[in-house]
């Protein structure tokens, strides 16, 4: 896409990728605006979305470029966090960032910017590399991703952080968040210890996680227990999948699957909402979990897990 011209909403988390996507968009004759999207954050726990906030706001001061605030908490409550937590509720293993990518960063800020008149949205995603995030995007609506630039989504982390010493920006030598989209710096085990509390660990436990004795392989809600095992998977080669959304249709062609967040792409074919692979998987599929589909290395769609 052309941007020259053209109203750029960048999606600025505070982070050095955002703030380098609005940097590249303004030198290519982009006219953008930053805006900070503020979630839905657990009462009572650590919290830095404020911190974030100022620093979005340092690189759009340096940027010199107008700067939004939109509050997607609503959106992040229902959306997200109850969605997690009703997922666990029911023994399947939720993906909250999968969630949060469709309602919130293409759902309410897509709104947002449409709103305000921007012909097209920006966020620092990565779409390939180490770092690679498309695995977190197969739900967003294809009319939507159509519309959704990633300035930086083929560049390696190295390259970024020299770009954001390049335009001097004041997050160019931050750390990188260790949190998830909505939970900051707060880990999903201490959120759900202080939901569900500790005596369950079916509850706090996920199929494939590593346990005492191994990896969790089966679990049980009612009896507050889990089934723990020395092999992650026991030759299984299909997995089912339900919700599916596809930028692209599958066809008896070979397509890759990748059923866990930086786990590997494996060979295989899809029929009638099942996921047939060439070999045993190596892991064992969590119920609730993204199956996500790529042709080459180009991401054509996905499901969430059924068994």
């Not at 053209?6 to 590249?24: M, P, Q, R």
């Not at 009319?143 to 997050?171: C, H, M, S, T, W």
């Amino acid at each position: 896409m052309d941007v020259r011209g053209k109203k750029i909403f960048v999606g600025l988390s505070g982070g050095v990728d955002s703030a380098v996507s609005a940097a590249l968009l303004k030198q290519a004759g982009a006219l953008v605006t930053g805006v900070f999207i503020k979630g839905w954050y657990p009462p009572g726990m650590p919290c830095t979305w404020a911190e974030e906030r100022r620093d979005a706001m340092r690189v759009a001061a340096r940027l010199r470029i107008p700067f939004l605030t939109l509050d997607a908490s609503a959106e992040y409550k229902k959306s997200v966090i109850d969605y997690l937590l009703s997922e666990y509720r029911a023994g399947r293993t939720p993906n909250p960032d999968v969630m949060c990518n469709r309602e919130v960063k293409f759902g309410a800020f897509y709104r947002f910017a449409k709103m305000h008149g921007a012909d097209a949205i920006a966020t620092g995603h990565y779409r390939a590399g180490e770092k690679d995030q498309s695995y977190f995007l197969w739900a967003v609506p294809k009319d939507i991703l159509a519309q959704a630039i990633f300035p930086v989504g083929n560049f390696e982390k190295e390259r970024v952080r020299a770009l954001a010493k390049k335009y001097n920006l004041p997050v160019a030598e931050k750390r990188d968040s260790q949190g998830i989209c909505f939970l900051g710096s707060v880990s999903v085990k201490e959120f759900l210890e202080q939901e569900f509390g500790t005596d369950n660990p079916a509850l706090l436990y996920t199929i494939g996680q590593k346990a005492k004795g191994g990896y969790v392989v089966a679990k049980d809600i009612e009896k507050k227990e889990i089934k723990v095992s020395k092999t992650r998977a026991e030759g299984a080669r299909e997995i089912g999948f339900t919700g599916a959304n596809w930028f692209q249709e599958p066809d008896s062609a070979q397509i890759f699957a990748q059923y866990r967040y930086r786990g590997p792409r494996i060979a295989g074919r899809v029929e009638e909402g099942r996921f047939i692979s060439e070999e045993s998987l190596l892991e064992m599929p969590a119920p609730g979990q993204s199956i996500v589909f790529y042709r080459d290395s180009e991401l054509i769609g996905g499901g969430s897990i059924t068994v």
